[in-house]
């Protein structure tokens, strides 16, 4: 590790002088997210679901979505980028975090958690991981993090506050110990909430100077709607609204449209979700909505 470098993750050292300045001019994330709207054609994965779920046990969409993402970061690497403490770094590894409530009862508990990413992960191997993660959660078994905020929010006003400064202090120096950074969403390359799961469309959610995370994904329900294709007829297509929240000053905005289009050259042929999730995607998509 060379001086300058994160435990998790390797100082940029290459940055232009327009990017450099960014980090000063906007030094808060939650102040430099820009919100994209995405109405994504689902209609060949819809058909790959419905063909492969006998075959693959337990199989959702969520399991199709986070593997779809995996698949973009993989293909486009500096959406693995963050900034912290007006430095760039890029992550050393791929990891998904999102918040998972134990049931479905209005004063049911939330508990954060992550899925580490591998380049040689597939579908099948994310699904595994995902439902090895949603037990666990299921279960009510908390670690890491999960602990850490459940001690401190039994705290006094007063002390929780002290507590958090110092948090907020070592986390810009990469100066935390491991029992509140394991499990905290917080540092992984992004957030996701599959909000269609409960019949919602995507929203956008903020993003936080907290952690590391550059990116948060909302994903919508799946509809069918009648579209207007590139010859002037109409069909009726399966259609899925994703709201991104993304720091702007990881990369620029033509990189960051171009790893929408690669998401849906990947729903294109989702076939190649079953190969391994660092596998190179053709980049062939022009937006039809």
């Not at 808060?28 to 419905?50: A, G, W």
């Not at 670690?143 to 929780?160: E, H």
């Not at 491991?178 to 992004?190: A, E, F, G, P, R």
């Not at 990947?266 to 039809?288: A, G």
Request: aromatic share 8%.
């Amino acid at each position: 590790m060379k001086f300058g470098d994160r435990r998790d993750a390797v100082k940029v050292r290459d940055i232009d002088g327009m990017h450099k300045i960014m980090v000063y001019l906007k030094p808060h994330r939650c102040d430099s997210d820009v919100y994209i709207n995405q109405k994504l054609d689902v209609t060949e994965l819809v058909k790959f679901y419905e063909k492969n779920k006998s075959k693959y046990e337990g199989l959702t969409y969520y399991h199709l979505f986070m593997t779809l993402i995996s698949k973009t970061i993989y293909n486009k690497p500096l959406l693995n980028r963050f900034i912290a403490n007006k430095t760039f770094y890029d992550r050393k590894d791929v990891s998904i975090g999102y918040v998972a409530k134990v049931n479905y009862n209005d004063d049911s508990k939330e508990l954060l958690s992550i899925i580490n990413i591998d380049k040689d992960d597939n579908l099948e191997s994310i699904k595994n991981k995902v439902i090895s993660s949603v037990e666990k959660i299921r279960n009510n078994k908390q670690s890491g993090a999960n602990d850490v905020i459940s001690i401190v929010g039994k705290m006094p006003k007063c002390i929780i506050s002290l507590v958090v400064h110092i948090v907020k202090f070592l986390d810009r120096h990469d100066l935390l110990p491991k029992s509140i950074i394991n499990d905290n969403l917080y540092y992984s390359t992004l957030i996701v909430s599959n909000l269609g799961s409960i019949k919602s469309g995507a929203i956008y959610h903020n993003l936080t100077d907290f952690g590391t995370s550059s990116i948060m994904v909302t994903i919508g329900e799946i509809k069918k709607k009648k579209v207007l294709m590139e010859d002037g007829s109409e069909e009726i297509r399966y259609l899925c609204e994703f709201g991104i929240n993304i720091d702007e000053r990881i990369d620029d905005g033509v990189y960051f449209i171009k790893a929408i289009k690669l998401m849906q050259d990947i729903l294109n042929e989702p076939e190649c979700l079953e190969r391994s999730v660092n596998e190179k995607v053709r980049e062939t998509t022009k937006f039809k909505y």
